[in-house]
């Protein structure tokens, strides 16, 4: 498993998150349960993309002296190029984290609890996810034909459901939860179980954290396989793909209450899947430069926002 990554980067990454974590934590008991403003969540969202591109320039100056400049601005793009990939279907992610909040109604002042624990634990399953897929795409090359043909096929299901309004009824781990566990229509406080009669119930806090939890799943499952189309270096790919997470919690409250301005969002990621997708398809026949697949993300990013801020949505009436 080739990786720039050595005792002391990895070391210097798992402080770095750790002391941003702790600062998250720390400052968000001391202000209390409280509802998140929006110059607030702004603040954050800008903390924590300063944060990721202050790292990736210490890992670009350290590079730069130790293994020259072209691989250090190899290097820094791959995690740049990541970041912004995994950055973009995060959003996708936040739309989904808003439709739970929304549908279990969930208090203002506990959302941020909810939220926290959502990151930390889709830190843990990346980083299981990463390793194994990197081992795996290391040892079964043709893997990246299998990524990169799901990843067309996820775009396109993503284009065809861009605009449709998504229900919860259905889903069918909240179907299982309904039918085998005894739940609450009530929540108390932030514990996941009350008794009632000598009997345990689950709260909707239980049930908001498990619907969490798949989601996070099914988005790694989506966002690992784009970013081994820029690089199979673990190092790269977590510390990309982690400094991403850790700005959910900010990116929740910002686009709070915003998801309908950027309405066309979901297709500009259906293209930038399909974009992707095709890219490690061709990776044996034309490998396309970091530097163009940055442009063109980036690109699609914009034009997708403008696009909504221009173009009003259509709201369904009845």
């Given at each position: ?7 002391w ?103 941020q ?52 309004e ?44 498990i ?38 919690r ?55 926002v ?13």
């Amino acid at each position: 498993m080739q990786t720039i990554g050595n005792p002391w980067l990895w070391g210097g990454f798992i402080a770095v998150v750790i002391a941003a974590l702790l600062i998250d934590l720390v400052l968000m008991r001391h202000g209390g349960p409280h509802k998140v403003t929006f110059k607030e969540a702004l603040l954050w969202s800008l903390g924590w993309v300063a944060l990721a591109l202050a790292f990736n320039a210490g890992l670009w100056y350290y590079l730069n002296e130790t293994a020259g400049a072209a691989v250090a601005n190899e290097v820094g793009l791959q995690f740049l190029t990541g970041y912004l990939i995994e950055k973009a279907l995060a959003v996708d992610n936040i739309f989904v984290f808003l439709l739970i909040m929304g549908y279990f109604a969930v208090p203002e002042t506990a959302r941020q609890r909810v939220l926290i624990i959502g990151i930390l634990g889709a830190i843990a399953l990346r980083t299981v996810m990463i390793f194994a897929g990197t081992v795996l795409v290391n040892q079964f090359h043709w893997l990246l034909y299998v990524f990169g043909a799901f990843l067309l096929f996820t775009g396109w299901k993503m284009w065809f459901a861009a605009g449709q309004e998504p229900s919860l009824d259905d889903n069918p781990v909240l179907k299982f939860m309904r039918k085998h566990l005894r739940i609450t229509h009530e929540y108390n406080g932030n514990r996941l179980m009350a008794e009632k009669n000598g009997v345990r119930w689950f709260t909707p806090m239980f049930v908001v954290l498990i619907l969490i939890a798949v989601t996070d799943v099914i988005f790694a499952v989506d966002s690992i396989p784009a970013i081994f189309a820029i690089t199979t270096d673990p190092f790269i790919v977590l510390t990309s793909n982690v400094f991403a997470v850790l700005g959910l919690r900010a990116m929740f409250f910002l686009l709070a209450g915003m998801a309908d301005r950027f309405h066309l969002l979901p297709y500009g990621l259906a293209v930038i899947l399909a974009f992707i997708g095709t890219k490690m398809l061709l990776i044996d026949i034309f490998k396309i430069p970091v530097p163009v697949s940055l442009g063109v993300v980036a690109a699609i990013l914009v034009t997708t926002v403008i696009l909504s801020l221009k173009i009003p949505a259509k709201h369904k009436h009845g």
